[in-house]
């Protein structure tokens, strides 16, 4: 155990090196720029003000990382070294992975009814390795909506203290270890309706039985804020502002006492199970029971792998809008007319076409015509939601690099 913990102590001692260092000072301030609305700074160190690129590799961590190559054997110690060894992977990636000088400890919450809706959750798997997974919902009549229940969070002061007290004891002199709070539940309410309901039941519901739909919505907005105002309430909550996609200037002006609020933090949404819906279906079922949670926040970013294009008026209506989503399969042109430089684009990258292609002339090709289309605006390059490196074991270091070297060119 003694020696397991050292080993814990180096990665966390790499951690903190990078976290202090000019790199890692600029790649904040490169996304505090963009959020802001302003051109990042043209200093050397930021490549003449480019735009950040960030990549997060979901499911291909597997291969980046597998299990079988962790050392630690105690489980707490095996979840540090799989958090640090991530960090310093992605460094030698050396995208725009900010890293901070501390270490966050999340407040824990107990949550009635242990299930959070009343109702247990349940998928149909395929049997097959890596294969997809069906939806067997709860809901399956009406019937059962009535086993519904708000949940209520209860802060657990004991267990958040003991955790806070481990981490110090072992982390406390190399990185600062702080109690983190986040919003609970968030605002994507199309996966929660989609785990209940079933995706295909609920694109029927729409038209065959949409005050039924409406009940399973509007239980979910009433659900989330219920749970909001709960941990709010702790005055636990911390600013979220220190994260990729989202690291920014504070957010607002701190309540009295310095407490953060949701109105200091960012919230991150989608429509994903809404994505085959019209615009004015979509509103109606979705947007119109997001919009109370969302708006309650700072800044907000709206958007993942959907396509938006017909949608975008809608996206804009929301007040504290900041980041607007533009996947591979939104029209980034009419985005880009839409938003013009009161918005962040955060332009994302279609992630087959990024794995499979052999040829990185391809990949170079793609990234290239959008920088140069984007040039100019306030934007952000990701690549996200990647399952494999299909046999490419370096492909996020050169996607990286090349990414960096076009949003560079066209500073």
Not at 21 to 30: C, L, V
Not at 229 to 255: F, K, W, Y
């Amino acid at each position: 155990m003694i020696q397991e913990k050292n080993y814990i102590r180096e990665l966390a001692r790499q951690v903190a090196e990078i976290a202090a260092s000019d790199e890692n000072a600029a790649i904040q301030r490169r996304w505090r720029d963009v959020n802001a609305l302003r051109k990042p700074d043209g200093s050397p160190e930021l490549a003449a003000g480019r735009a950040p690129v960030w990549c997060r590799p979901v499911g291909a961590w597997d291969e980046i990382l597998p299990d079988s190559t962790l050392e630690c054997t105690d489980p707490r110690l095996r979840s540090l070294e799989y958090h640090f060894r991530q960090i310093l992977i992605k460094h030698d990636i050396a995208d725009d992975s900010p890293v901070m000088p501390w270490f966050g400890v999340p407040a824990r919450f107990a949550i009635t009814p242990s299930n959070v809706w009343g109702v247990d959750i349940a998928h149909a798997e395929s049997g097959v390795e890596g294969g997809a997974w069906g939806y067997d919902p709860p809901l399956k009549n009406v019937t059962d909506f009535d086993k519904l229940t708000l949940p209520v969070f209860t802060y657990n002061a004991v267990e958040t203290q003991a955790n806070l007290e481990r981490a110090h004891d072992l982390l406390g002199d190399i990185l600062e270890v702080r109690l983190t709070c986040g919003a609970p539940l968030g605002a994507t309410l199309g996966m929660a309706a989609a785990d209940l309901r079933g995706l295909t039941q609920m694109m029927l519901d729409m038209i065959d039985a949409p005050a039924l739909m409406h009940r399973l919505m509007a239980y979910l907005r009433d659900a989330t804020l219920g749970a909001m105002a709960q941990v709010r309430a702790t005055g636990l909550l911390t600013p979220n502002i220190h994260e990729p996609m989202t690291c920014s200037d504070p957010i607002g002006v701190p309540a009295a006492g310095g407490t953060t609020g949701y109105e200091n933090m960012w919230i991150m949404a989608n429509s994903q199970e809404f994505e085959g819906v019209s615009p004015k279906m979509w509103r109606t079922f979705c947007l119109e029971y997001q919009r109370p949670i969302i708006e309650q926040f700072g800044l907000s970013a709206y958007g993942c792998c959907e396509n938006l294009t017909h949608k975008i008026a809608g996206v804009m209506s929301l007040k504290n809008l900041r980041i607007f989503v533009c996947s591979a399969w939104t029209d980034l042109a009419k985005v880009q007319e839409a938003v013009g430089q009161n918005y962040v684009i955060m332009w994302r990258q279609k992630a087959s076409d990024v794995v499979f292609p052999d040829d990185l002339a391809i990949i170079r090709r793609d990234l290239e015509h959008g920088a140069q289309q984007l040039q100019g605006y306030h934007y952000q390059i990701v690549l996200r939601e990647l399952q494999t490196l299909a046999g490419h074991p370096r492909r996020l270091h050169d996607w990286t690099r090349i990414a960096k070297e076009m949003a560079a060119k066209y500073a």
